[in-house]
């Protein structure tokens, strides 16, 4: 089992950056796939970006995509989130998420995501 703890929101200007953080502990030694999910009030969650084990492969939204980079450090057991020309409509609680899986792979689904932390807020101001 993993425990995950998001960090670095806060509240920004539109047109400004956050980088959030996604720590991992307990069974970290197995290799898992890592993905970037937010959920802003009265919507439903929806998925932003996820990047394999090995780093080699990522996928993003179309609303993220040219604006936030997903990257890992497994070294440090930590994922990372680089927001950057951030928009009011990307305010929301931003949740990381893993999945046991092998080095290449990225679940397709949401629910295909075996743990998740309690989140982190991002607040967008116009």
């Known amino acids: 089992q993993v425990r995950l703890v998001e960090s670095g929101g806060g509240l920004v200007q539109a047109g400004g950056s956050l980088r959030l953080s996604c720590a991992a502990s307990?069974?970290?030694?197995?290799?898992?796939?890592t993905g970037w999910f937010r959920q802003a009030p009265g919507k439903e969650r929806e998925s932003v970006a996820a990047?394999?084990?090995?780093?080699?492969?990522?996928t993003y939204a179309d609303s993220v995509k040219g604006r936030f980079t997903i990257s890992r450090d497994n070294a440090k057991n930590t994922a990372y989130l680089q927001m950057n020309n951030l928009k009011p409509e990307d305010t929301a609680v931003y949740y990381c998420?893993?999945?046991?899986?092998?080095?290449?792979?990225?679940?397709?689904?949401?629910?295909?995501?075996?743990?998740w932390g309690q989140g982190t807020h991002v607040t967008v101001s116009s």
């Open positions: 998420a893993v999945r046991y899986s092998d080095r290449y792979y990225i679940p397709t689904k949401i629910a295909r995501y075996d743990y």
């Open positions: 990047i394999s084990w090995s780093g080699y492969n990522t």
């Open positions: 307990g069974r970290t030694s197995s290799s898992y796939a």
